[in-house]
């Protein structure tokens, strides 16, 4: 009963070996890892997914249900088809959800509780008690369902590459070969994908071509692909699956390439294609479908090509006895496969009547004295973990045959997958019983079995008629068939059973364990929709799509309603074709690859000086500096903020927005972006503005330089900037299109440093002697330029602690130089740099707002208490109509506020609730009254306690009242005191003298 | 991944595009004289057809520039691109077009097998 091998011409006599579950076994070059282990006479493979039942390899190629491995030294690949992996020296692999061992599944008690499995059972089985589901059942169901586990310790090399294309062919068979053909030396720019390492398709896989004008298959397809490679507009794309097929001809194929070989580490092992194509041609053929019946996936069971094609393709012979049973005329190609091996099937069972079945196949099994039942059907078949015994069907008699391996038929499905994906539509063909590509959505060609065309004579035609649309000669075929060219088949997509247990099932669906039980109960549970009854019972839900069974169970189902299979429709074919690596689609955009980062020119002194970076957008920023190795964030932080309020500090601000509006009505549009009044604003001073949605909400806030009514320049927050910009450019564009103006970023034109504390004038005096710094010749809130060395800079006076403050711009070439220069002269005044967080609490101190913070796109400048900012008298200006709406007038929307702690040790989480309690009830009955959150919460080194500000609904009118914080972990909340939020000098003092 | 054609640049990629939701939605003059009602309309209110539906594209990898586009929204076929300032082209125009590839089956899912 072992495994033969015979010679064939693709498996180089190279042999390797391999490893499966631990033990070395022999195999050859080329092998796929299905071969190498048929070749070693193994049968089982796997565990089913739900049920854990041994199984087998069902199939030879991409539709394989059942044969999932793991690779072990691929980075410990998961789910991986055995049937298309080529094998290499060393290669490890083992075999998926086992436990302990392959033979030994405890999981297989599922099978013998299936009935708690069965449809919908994750819907119903687990509802309760309460707590189970996260306690007990889905630990449970992740440990014993699924599938492989996932890689680890692995980073991708994987590529992309991009194609502009005429024609896309894809599939290199017999149909897509001739079609390049076509194409040979013509001026159409084409690329032939063929998902294997050879071209040749069905020529190569079974017996079914005799000759092609005059040739042998292999001749036809070696004088074809060298016409092929000599011509310069065709390339050939080999171990590369199409997986996806988009709108607009848009297609995406994923490149083995280490196919057959051991990944090496420093190359990319993935190529993802990326091509856009004029027109499309589907050549990808067809897939085999199997036969619901009792026991139909045990090992050994196959379906009939794919046995055929481990002979003619890789040279081995699964079993030499085994039992054929079909539906339709193609089998006798495997019959007359095995007869020319001298291997002789135990029987021959074709559920058509005798007088359709083909002179040429009845003529063989009775020269060859092999067991022929016509108008019979497999019952079922048993044995332990194997076929041992096959059950026949003849009318009323029942005929028993010991056979390791049953070959299976049951007829073919045009691969409509691709075709299907670009939005074509399909229809049923009663010829071939299955749907076939109809009417296109998109410049979509499809050849061959592909397009319900079974006839090889017919071929030659087909491909001249469709591809008479491009300027090339015609083709010719003349082919001679060892098969009949008429296809024919009988109805049959389940058997009938005779005994009944709960281990003799029919299944549907392989890979997701559904059984043809299962399709019955969903129906009679009101599950009577083709896409619901898909997701009640998850058939074809597997990563395989139901390749060999999706159309079995719409005949099934349809049979069931009593309908036409074309009333029941298909359920929706959806890319990819096939699972794709996310390693493929992530290519090189992985870690530091991911998203630019972006260095301000500050950047080294920075490392120089520990800082420690936060990431705001693509910017690193220093968060805060570690005085030493053992200073915690806490200790930097409020080192920092008490350093600055004593002395100073300075801050690279380089980051944020800064954006030039220029042109003959940049007042006006201004006036227009921004609430505030700029009208009266005089040249060479600057405000803090703000920027509002249409609905009212802030958008973005920063300081609007006003150098005339034609010049502007606006800062904005580091991570609004991009946007802020967009904003300005759609009005300008879309609403605004009379008004002058122009926009620019000149973010990166500038380093930009925020330095304050109220030793920050003496600073300055010394940095730039020349410039004079007093309150009356600078007053807070105005700008100056100056000439600095061999460059130019621009000073103002602003602040965003609530101390004295400057911010210098200057070209980022100088931004470094200036900056240890301002340190130099700083040292004397124990100047220290600071982070974002500081600035963070220290503009908390101040009851200064961040955008995102205090702010989520629901504040209104009146809810922050910024009437002030609003340029009432101004006609217009975004969102100005929104802040009169009722609902943004309403007087108990969330205010902010600052917050207080009555017990002055206790601390004010930001992101907290305030409540009215002062302790939460052990067990919730009824919502508690929420009244708003805290937006900020720091502890003010300054103050010597913690604050926060606060959105609370009508907060304005709470001033003084006591209310309650939540805490983490605590069901004792906080008492505080709703204050302004203004802790640090509210009356401006530091800011203005 | 559907392909625009920028009425400036030419085709490109629809990752080279941003969205802008409705066309031909235009800010009112005088917002301050309009009711709570209209002005709640204009903020909040948009169309959203199955089939011919007029919107807004912006190249924002690319020239930055606005322009419209008539889309069928059943089939993601782009119809026609024309710029901010041109008259926005006649529904009866995109009468003949092809029709959602769905065709609203009466059961089953996107298949037209169903409704032939
Ligand atoms: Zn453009």
Redesign the pocket.
């Known amino acids: 009963m072992s495994a033969i091998n015979n010679k064939c011409e693709y498996i180089s006599k190279k042999q390797i070996k391999i490893i499966f579950d631990g033990k070395t076994y022999e195999a050859y070059e080329g092998d796929t890892i299905a071969s190498a282990l048929l070749r070693n006479n193994i049968r089982l493979v796997g565990r089913s997914f739900k049920y854990h039942r041994p199984r087998g390899i069902y199939t030879c190629g991409i539709e394989e249900p059942n044969a999932l491995v793991q690779i072990i030294s691929e980075h410990n690949e998961p789910n991986t088809r055995a049937t298309i992996k080529r094998v290499y020296d060393g290669m490890e692999i083992t075999s998926q959800n086992r436990w302990p061992s392959l033979r030994y599944d405890l999981g297989a008690i599922n099978n013998i509780l299936s009935p708690i499995f069965s449809a919908g059972f994750y819907y119903k089985t687990f509802m309760g008690p309460k707590g189970f589901w996260k306690n007990l059942y889905e630990p449970l169901i992740r440990r014993s369902a699924g599938l492989g586990k996932p890689p680890k310790n692995f980073r991708s090399k994987s590529t992309h590459q991009y194609h502009n294309t005429d024609v896309v062919i894809i599939g290199a068979g017999l149909s897509g070969l001739a079609a390049a053909k076509k194409f040979i030396n013509t001026k159409y720019k084409v690329l032939l994908i063929e998902q294997d390492s050879y071209l040749g398709g069905v020529l190569k896989n079974s017996n079914k071509v005799k000759t092609i004008n005059d040739l042998t298959p292999q001749e036809w397809i070696n004088e074809t692909e060298e016409l092929i490679l000599n011509s310069k507009n065709i390339n050939i794309l080999k171990n590369t699956l199409v997986t996806t097929y988009n709108f607009t001809n848009h297609l995406i194929a994923l490149e083995d390439k280490f196919a057959g070989k051991k990944i090496d580490l420093n190359k990319s092992e993935l190529t993802l294609h990326k091509i856009r194509t004029s027109n499309t041609i589907i050549a990808n053929g067809h897939i085999e479908r199997f036969i619901s019946f009792r026991n139909n996936d045990l090992p050994g069971v196959m379906l009939a090509s794919s046995f055929e094609k481990y002979i003619h393709r890789y040279g081995v012979v699964p079993e030499k006895e085994p039992v054929i049973f079909t539906n339709n005329s193609s089998s006798l190609s495997l019959l007359k496969t095995l007869i020319s091996l001298g291997c002789k099937p135990k029987a021959y069972v074709d559920s058509r009547k005798k007088d359709n079945i083909e002179t040429e196949i009845k003529k063989i099994l009775k020269d060859k004295e092999i067991q022929f039942f016509s108008d019979a059907e497999i019952e079922g078949c048993d044995g332990n973990k194997k076929v041992e015994t096959i059950t026949i069907r003849q009318g009323k008699s029942f005929t028993k045959l010991k056979s390791s391996m049953l070959c299976v038929s049951g007829g073919y499905n045009p691969d409509i997958h691709l075709f299907t994906q670009s939005k074509g539509l399909v229809k049923w063909d009663k010829n071939i019983l299955s749907f076939k590509p109809d009417t296109p959505f998109q410049k979509t060609i499809t050849l061959g079995s592909t397009s319900g065309n079974y006839s090889f004579k017919k071929l030659c035609d087909e491909i001249n008629e469709k591809l008479s649309i491009f300027k090339t000669k015609k083709v010719s075929l003349d082919i001679n068939l060892n098969v009949p060219n008429k296809f024919s088949i009988k109805e049959l997509w389940e058997t009938k059973k005779k005994s009944n247990s709960n281990w003799s099932k029919s299944f549907i669906d392989l890979h997701n364990d559904v059984t043809t039980k299962d399709l019955k109960q969903a129906i009679t549970e009101g599950f009577d929709r083709i896409e619901h009854l898909k997701r009640y019972t998850t058939n074809s839900m597997g990563t395989d799509q139901g390749k060999i069974s999706s159309i079995n169970s719409l005949a099934i189902v349809s049979k069931m309603l009593k309908k036409e299979i074309s009333e029941v429709g298909t359920t929706t074919y959806r890319p990819p074709y096939a699972p794709l690596s996310f390693a493929a689609i992530a290519g090189r955009s992985t870690y530091e690859f991911y998203d630019p980062e972006r260095k301000t020119s500050i950047h080294s002194w920075h490392l120089k000086n520990n800082a420690v970076f936060e990431d705001v957008g693509q910017w690193k920023r220093p968060w805060y500096f570690k005085a030493s190795e053992n200073e915690t964030m806490h200790q930097a932080v409020q080192r920092e903020s008490k350093m600055l309020r004593e002395n100073a500090g300075i801050l690279d601000g380089s980051t944020l927005g800064k954006i030039e509006i220029k042109g003959r009505d940049a007042l006006e549009f201004m006036n227009l972006m921004y609430t505030n009044a700029f009208s009266k604003m005089k040249p060479m001073t600057s405000r803090y503005a703000m920027m509002l949605g249409e609905d009212g909400m802030i958008k973005d806030d920063g300081i609007i330089c006003k150098i005339s009514d034609q010049h502007f320049i606006a800062t904005t927050t580091s991570s609004g900037a991009p946007k802020v910009l967009a904003d300005m450019e759609e009005y300008l564009q879309t609403e605004w299109p009379h008004l002058q103006v122009y926009l620019n970023s000149i973010t990166e034109q500038f380093s930009t440093f925020n330095i304050s504390g109220p030793k920050t004038r003496e600073i300055m005096m010394k940095v730039f002697p020349d410039i004079d710094f007093s309150n009356d010749a600078f007053p807070f809130m105005t700008f100056k330029n100056f000439d600095y060395k061999e460059t130019k800079i621009r000073i103002m006076r602003a602040s965003f602690t609530g101390e004295l403050g400057y911010e210098i711009y200057i070209p980022p070439k100088f931004g470094l130089e200036l900056w240890e220069e301002i340190f130099s002269c700083g040292k004397e005044f124990n100047l220290i740099p600071y982070g974002t967080e500081t600035m963070h609490l220290l503009r908390a101190e101040k009851g200064y707002i961040v955008i995102g913070q205090e702010t989520d796109g629901t504040v209104t400048p009146i809810d922050l208490n910024y009437n002030w900012m609003i340029g009432k008298n101004k006609k217009d200006f975004i969102g100005k109509r929104s802040l009169s709406r009722p609902d943004t007038s309403r007087e108990d929307r969330k205010q902010l506020v600052g917050l207080s702690p009555i017990n002055k040790k206790d601390i004010i989480e930001e992101g907290q609730h305030i409540v009215e309690l002062n302790e939460l009830p052990k067990k919730i009955i009824n919502p508690i009254k929420y009244l708003g959150h805290v937006s900020s919460g720091y502890h003010s080194p300054n103050l010597n306690h913690s604050i926060g500000l606060a959105m609370i609904r009508g907060g304005k009118n709470l001033l003084g009242q006591k209310f309650f914080v939540t805490a983490t972990g605590k069901t004792k909340n906080i008492p505080v005191e709703i204050v302004n939020p203004v802790f640090i000098d509210p009356e401006n003092k530091r800011l203005t003298s | 991944m559907i392909l625009i054609k920028?009425p400036?640049?030419g085709q490109r990629d629809q990752s080279e595009f941003a969205n802008g939701g409705e066309a031909h939605v235009i800010r009112p003059k005088n917002p301050e004289s309009l009711s709570d009602k209209d002005w709640g309309e204009y903020v909040f209110y948009r169309n959203n057809p199955k089939g011919i539906f007029y919107e807004r594209w912006v190249?924002s990898h690319?020239?930055k520039?606005w322009f419209n586009a008539v889309r069928n929204t059943s089939t993601d076929q782009i119809l026609k691109v024309y710029k901010v300032n041109e008259k926005r082209p006649d529904l009866s125009d995109f009468e003949n077009t092809l029709k959602s590839p769905s065709g609203e089956p009466l059961v089953g899912s996107g298949n037209f097998a169903v409704k032939k």
């Open positions: 920028c400036y640049c190249h690319g020239c520039k």
